[in-house]
């Protein structure tokens, strides 16, 4: 079965620096697909950025990137440039369809808070 | 553009009573919607899938269930609501599955009291 898991629950850093949120997953498939999503305070989940795994080149969305390495069953997201609008829950999701099946799980999230 | 609409945003409601969350899509067709639960301080819960009218899929077994009376309307019921049906209700959309994203509705907050 396939699991994810966010070891940090809780990241602060200090505006305008760059800090980085870790997840691992765990999966024997090779096809797949990796999300950071975003719930602020107003609790709307927002996309962050995505990751296809046949893809070997990370994927980059501005200030947030990731750092994809599929041996290692890691995809952690960066933040560049910390802004106040950053802080927010962060959650890391494995997304697998084969077929009729599809299996999208997701980390327990990582709370980043930004310091002023 | 695309818009999910989900509502209502907050709901208190007395254990066992029913529930009727909507959650409705506009600008696109045959859209994939899902009913997601998120506890306090956790990760979400996918609680039903459909990829059609009428076509519902379910991941938990529980108190709830889930309806698509219209491509882009889905609706999560409860017959009688129990304590540990509180939570943090989000509706998303997706075009299939694959690489495309979710997108999500502004969530409702449920309170059983």
């Known amino acids: 079965a396939q699991t994810v898991t966010q070891s940090q629950p809780e990241m602060s850093v200090q505006e305008a620096e760059t800090v980085t949120l870790s997840c691992t997953y765990d999966t024997s498939e090779s096809d797949y697909y990796l999300f950071w999503y975003k719930q602020p305070p107003s609790r709307q989940m927002i996309l962050v950025i995505r990751?296809?795994?046949?893809k070997q080149q990370n994927a980059t969305e501005n200030r947030f990137s990731v750092n994809f390495q599929k041996a290692a069953k890691s995809f952690s997201l960066k933040i560049s440039d910390s802004q106040l609008g950053d802080a927010a829950m962060y959650f890391c999701a494995f997304l697998y369809t084969m077929d009729s099946n599809y299996q999208l799980i997701w980390g327990a999230g990582t709370k980043l808070i930004i310091k002023p | 553009s695309q818009t999910i609409h989900q509502w209502p945003a907050t709901l208190v409601q007395p254990v066992g009573s029913p529930l009727s969350l909507e959650c409705t899509v506009e600008?696109?067709?045959?859209?994939?919607l899902y009913w997601y639960r998120q506890a306090a301080g956790r990760g979400l819960q996918l609680l039903f899938y459909s990829v059609g009218i009428g076509q519902i899929s379910s991941e938990v077994p529980q108190n709830l269930s889930a309806s698509r009376p219209q491509d882009r309307q889905f609706i999560l019921s409860s017959k009688k609501l129990l304590l540990s049906d509180s939570g943090f209700y989000l509706c998303?959309?997706?075009?299939?599955?694959?690489?495309?994203?979710?997108?999500f509705g502004n969530g409702t907050r449920l309170t059983v009291t």
């Open positions: 600008g696109t067709s045959n859209p994939n």
């Open positions: 990751q296809e795994a046949y």
């Open positions: 998303a959309w997706s075009l299939g599955f694959g690489s495309s994203p979710l997108h």
